[in-house]
């Protein structure tokens, strides 16, 4: 195995939506799915092409009620280039003989190729070469370069190559009774003999979308001169010609192809742009040598070498990969934030949830530009939240668990599930706990890289609306003399409500709670971190007094969590009320139980009744935690907390998770690195094939999951060193596996001691 190459070998329809998940091509501004250029969207195949940032809102009725949608946009496909000797079919790979395939995604180069030779109705072999970039360092351009080579027959070859602006979004079936016309046609033209562009324009962001494609045709090498007849309708435009050709003599197809929107910066107008920037481009060879060498670049900052280990080492690296292809030096000027399933399908519509959580870590280390880019995406956001705090009848700033383009609550009011059929409430808005999440990750940038600018000009400003909403949905219990945060949703997501309450939420989920504790006493730091000047500016704008400094250090000192058992921390008040449940009765009766909410759902059941986890929740705290600083946490709080206790707490809730998210593993095997290694490694390893082995059973072809691929990387990256940052001081505490192979510097020759 080649630890730089993902490798296909055959083609297998049943698996092609996942290979073109996989295999998509990215440069932090726009991505492709690896799907065939002579492909049509449909069971086999899905081609997308995605714009960062590039959303769109639809309404549909559904349920006798009118939901509005906000979805990241499928655009012009770009690919499409399909061919047939004269007289003979379309290339359909599901209806020809295929003698040979093979497909390789070269990680190192950021180049997707396929090989495939095949034997039609009328027993011609011909041998297809295909090859692709996403360009790392140009971020408008792409080019497929498209090789045909007759086997035994000599004649002539009619090929298409357009650019379809007819797509929708049709990428996930259970949205599929959601409206999905995003596009409209504006124009499109016939520039010059090698040149189409196509504008199109989103019918409610008006979000104007150009693509440009020139076409090149090469026989043995030398460009040839061709008769081309325009094919073009609303939303359409392509080329059609015909090539000779002659047995065991190729032909070469070169499409080079610039994406441009009414967004960026520095252009005149898209099309205009779009059309200008094919024109000056270079050739495909041309542009793949300084593509490559972009990737060269990235590889020398980001790679992570495993000594003789070629599957985990090329997981690995395709992780870090797609981690790079969704966010790069290219996204730095953009206004997009870290979706959950990358820009690599049209699953949870693109949106932004927690992920970052765990993909700001690799970044800080690497290329903290980034992770300050991505952080003004929140920042920016930083008015819509405070209207949503308002409207929640509390100061402060709640930032949604869903962000699309401007920053309001995307979360579905109405979910579907595929087992029973139904539509059903959707509270995951419940989830408070995005708002910690972005109150840590401002913090975490600024231990790593002491950015004080940004704590200046924007960290603490977050940081400290975002404590207010928070001591804003605290109350206090007299009885208890204890504050206590009611009515929200922990990370678990399996529960939002108690066994027959008509109303949603939880009381007194521990992370919420305990993280609400972190956030006020980083809140006090950061003001403290701030120069005078900046300090008392910021406090008058945003009306800041002692009155609420007193209550969050009161909040602080008394703020309630609630224990069971043997010094368990019980998820949330009431938890050790619920029933057990019977896990190997169910894992027998229906083996895969990840997604336990919808199989008990379809029975007419719920898994608010049960002690059952979809992911870590009370675990996350020491995830996110050393057991030094959960023992300081609790301690503040007023509980003499053992830290002996926490492998019991993380043992109990281990055994009563499902795992339904591909973050529990990671999270998992972070906890378990301190008390089990081989428990630890065995699960990283289970991580690593999340994706690439789709252990969901059917959800990587919608997108990856970008916060387990990036938090595979992070577990060797700072949990097994115990990589961490405190007052200006870094400190190392390695819990490595005894059999992990040894980890490498780059230009480290193996053997060698790290």
């Known amino acids: ?231 073009e309708h609303p939303g359409y435009i392509g080329q059609e010609f015909f090539i000779e050709v002659a047995r065991k003599k190729p032909a070469k197809i070169e499409k080079i192809v610039s994406f441009f929107t009414s967004r960026d910066f520095a252009i005149s107008e898209p099309a205009l742009d779009s059309v200008e920037a094919v024109g000056h481009a270079g050739g495909f060879d041309e542009l793949l040598q300084s593509h490559v060498l972009q990737w060269d670049h990235l590889w020398n900052r980001f790679d992570i070498r495993l000594e003789n280990s070629d599957r985990p080492q090329m997981i690995l690296r395709l992780h870090i990969f797609h981690l790079l292809q969704t966010v790069s030096r290219n996204s730095i000027d953009l206004d997009v934030g870290v979706p959950a399933r990358g820009w690599h399908g049209e699953a949870y519509r693109g949106h932004i949830f927690w992920d970052e959580l765990f993909i700001f870590p690799y970044l800080n280390l690497r290329i903290p530009s980034i992770t300050r880019s991505l952080l003004l995406y929140r920042y920016r956001r930083l008015n819509q939240s405070r209207l949503a705090a308002q409207a929640e009848g509390v100061s402060g700033a709640l930032y949604p668990w869903q962000s699309g383009s401007n920053g309001r609550e995307e979360t579905q009011h109405l979910h579907l599930n595929p087992k029973s059929g139904r539509w059903l409430p959707d509270y995951s808005h419940l989830q408070r706990h995005v708002n910690t999440a972005v109150a840590y990750n401002v913090w975490q940038y600024y231990k790593v890289t002491g950015d004080r600018e940004f704590l200046a000009a924007c960290g603490a400003e977050m940081i400290l609306e975002i404590a207010r909403f928070l001591a804003g949905i605290t109350t206090f219990n007299q009885e208890l003399d204890r504050y206590e945060i009611l009515g929200v949703m922990g990370p678990d997501e399996y529960h939002d409500g108690y066994p027959d309450s008509e109303t949603p939420g939880l009381n007194n989920n521990a992370y919420t709670n305990v993280m609400t504790v972190y956030v006020l006493r980083t809140a006090l730091k950061a003001i403290d971190a701030l120069p005078p000047k900046r300090r008392r500016y910021l406090l008058e704008t945003l009306g800041l007094k002692q009155a609420e400094f007193y209550r969050w250090q009161d909040i602080i000192r008394k703020m309630r969590v609630v224990f069971h058992g043997d010094n368990i921390i019980s998820q949330f008040e009431g938890y050790d009320r619920l029933m057990e449940f019977d896990w190997e009765a169910y894992r027998q009766k229906y083996g895969d139980i990840q997604r336990l909410d919808r199989i008990l759902e379809a029975e007419g059941d719920t898994p608010n009744r049960y002690k059952v986890s979809k992911q870590a929740d009370v675990v996350m705290l020491f995830y996110l935690f050393s057991a030094e600083e959960i023992q300081e946490l609790f301690t503040h709080m007023g509980y003499d907390f053992d830290p002996e206790s926490i492998p019991h707490n993380i043992e109990y809730y281990l055994k009563r998770s499902s795992h339904g998210s591909t973050l529990s593993n990671i999270i998992h095997s972070w906890v378990l690195s301190r008390s089990d290694r081989p428990g630890s490694l065995e699960l990283f390893h289970k991580s690593l094939e999340s994706d690439i082995s789709d252990i969901q059973g059917g959800t990587t072809h919608e997108g990856i999951h970008l916060g387990a691929m990036a938090g595979t990387v992070d577990i060797l990256q700072r949990c097994y060193t115990g990589l961490e940052f405190h007052d200006d001081t870094l400190f190392l505490n390695p819990n490595i596996p005894a059999s992990l192979p040894k980890l490498l510097h780059e230009n480290q020759v193996p053997g060698q001691l790290v």
Not at 133 to 141: A, D, P, R, T, Y
């Open 1 to 231: 195995m080649n630890s730089w190459k993902l490798v296909y070998e055959g083609f297998d329809p049943k698996r092609e939506s996942l290979r073109e998940a996989l295999c998509t091509l990215g440069n932090g501004y726009f991505a492709v799915r690896g799907a065939a250029p002579e492909s049509e969207p449909g069971e086999v195949h899905y081609p997308g092409t995605y714009l960062a940032g590039g959303y769109n809102r639809l309404k549909t009725e559904i349920a006798g009620r009118v939901i509005e949608n906000e979805d990241l946009v499928n655009m012009p496909n770009w690919l499409v280039t399909r061919f047939r000797p004269e007289e003979g079919d379309w290339l359909n790979l599901l209806s020809v003989d295929i003698l040979f395939y093979h497909q390789e995604l070269n990680l190192k180069e950021g180049l997707l190729a396929r090989t495939v030779t095949f034997r039609d109705k009328q027993g011609r072999e011909t041998t297809l070469i295909q090859r692709r970039f996403v360009h790392m360092e140009h971020m408008h351009l792409a080019g497929l370069e498209t090789t045909i080579i007759p086997e035994n027959w000599t004649g002539r070859i009619q090929v298409r190559t357009s650019l379809d602006g007819t797509v929708i979004n049709a990428g996930v079936e259970r949205y599929k009774q959601l409206n999905s016309k995003h596009l409209s046609p504006i124009g499109s033209e016939a520039v010059d003999e090698e040149t189409i562009c196509l504008l199109v324009e989103t019918n409610q962001s008006s979000l104007r979308v150009a693509e440009a494609a020139r076409t090149r045709v090469y026989s043995r090498e030398e460009l040839i001169e061709i008769e081309r007849k325009l094919v």
